[in-house]
């Protein structure tokens, strides 16, 4: 089906109780409704079924079509304090004893497993210095103990980079900042605020190798990363307490999302932090906001498909075309959505610069 491009049509969303809303690839426990966003200027295509959600209007033909264009000051809604310590050199050291391949047999029935992944030894290697107290003063204890986990998938085909690590840190309190000026409230980061997990394989091998999960093999790499993450951090799919934006090293275009509790990144969205530049990591070249893609991700996970005004971060406000490549928001109706789904309570209890220690 023509459309906008193919990969965001196989974007998840899942919820702390395990539901999904809608899906195209990942088929583990029932039928999916799957959407296609249009390209620009193309005619939306017709839906075949009445059950998948209504067709969206197609994207403006150029920026300048855009009405409402965002802008890439803090949006006016809230204000608040700027949080966030990015330099600091914590991260976490993970390994079997501390609940890393037990977490594996949790994964919800239906959902699989990737090939090997009862071969796992160990956690992650890691590295820095842990830091015991919250960020920017900030307590390191959070009411409904859940987090996002922001983890630096190295492969074992890929060096560690102590500068990489700090720029997803960077990227990190930016997220959680963001959030906090869309929603009024925003999530708690784990404590510490980066995982580094050194991989059990090579890069091309999540590439290639059945993930137990997807029929379609563009999906593989997505599914095995995301089983080795959970295992190792010990959680499982769409876990209540826990979600997840990963950041690979290597670049494979074309296989991010949104699934299982979490938000999966390329190698390309690790670099335009540093670079402070667009991140290109779909495989026909469109370019996205660095920060603007991740956000789209975790959309997702809040409970939102491919909705709202052309220009909101669900749409395609988060693509380089749009408002000339500033930062997306998210339309009033979004964040009532965000905020009203009962999915996300106990998620939205923290300010800026705030991380704490993860419920188990």
């Known amino acids: 089906m023509a459309g906008f491009p193919w990969w965001l049509s196989v974007v998840s969303c899942g919820s702390g109780d395990g539901e999904e809303r809608t899906s195209e690839a990942v088929v583990p426990t029932s039928a999916r409704t799957t959407i296609e966003l249009p390209k620009a200027g193309v005619e939306t295509p017709t839906l075949p079924s009445a059950t998948e959600p209504l067709p969206l209007p197609p994207a403006p033909s150029s920026p300048e079509a855009v009405s409402g264009a965002q802008t890439a000051e803090p949006s006016p809604r809230f204000q608040g304090p700027t949080g966030g310590a990015p330099g600091s050199t914590e991260t976490s050291e993970l390994t079997a004893e501390d609940g890393g391949v037990a977490g594996a047999a949790d994964l919800d029935a239906g959902a699989g497993s990737a090939t090997g992944a009862d071969e796992l030894e160990g956690g992650a290697a890691g590295r820095g210095a842990d830091d015991d107290a919250g960020s920017a003063g900030q307590p390191n204890a959070c009411k409904a103990g859940k987090v996002v986990h922001f983890v630096y998938f190295?492969?074992?085909?890929?060096?560690?980079?102590?500068s990489q690590r700090d720029d997803i840190e960077k990227q990190a309190y930016a997220f959680q900042q963001y959030w906090?000026?869309?929603?009024?409230?925003?999530?708690?980061l784990s404590d510490p605020v980066v995982d580094v997990i050194d991989a059990e394989h090579d890069?091309?091998?999540y590439v290639e190798t059945p993930d137990g999960i997807h029929q379609d093999s563009r999906w593989y790499r997505l599914g095995n990363i995301k089983t080795e993450v959970y295992a190792k951090l010990g959680i499982r799919d769409f876990d209540p307490n826990h979600?997840?934006?990963?950041?690979?090293i290597a670049r494979f275009d074309g296989r991010v999302g949104g699934n299982f509790g979490g938000a999966w990144m390329d190698g390309d969205d690790l670099t335009c932090i540093a670079d402070d530049g667009p991140t290109y990591p779909y495989d026909d070249g469109t370019g996205a906001h660095c920060l603007g893609h991740p956000v789209h991700e975790f959309g997702h996970l809040l409970g939102l498909e491919h909705e709202g005004p052309d220009q909101d971060c669900m749409m395609y406000g988060f693509y380089?075309?749009?408002?000339?490549?500033?930062?997306?928001?998210f339309?009033?109706?979004?964040?009532?959505?965000?905020?009203?789904?009962?999915?996300?309570?106990?998620?939205?209890?923290?300010?800026?610069?705030?991380?704490?220690?993860p419920l188990p």
């Open 203 to 205: 890069s091309v091998w």
């Open 331 to 357: 339309s009033d109706a979004n964040v009532q959505k965000i905020l009203g789904d009962r999915d996300n309570e106990g998620w939205l209890e923290a300010m800026p610069g705030q991380k704490c220690s």
């Open 180 to 188: 906090y000026e869309q929603l009024g409230k925003t999530f708690y």
């Open 154 to 162: 190295v492969e074992a085909d890929q060096r560690y980079d102590a």
């Open 320 to 329: 380089l075309y749009v408002d000339d490549g500033k930062m997306c928001e």
């Open 243 to 248: 979600r997840v934006v990963n950041y690979p």
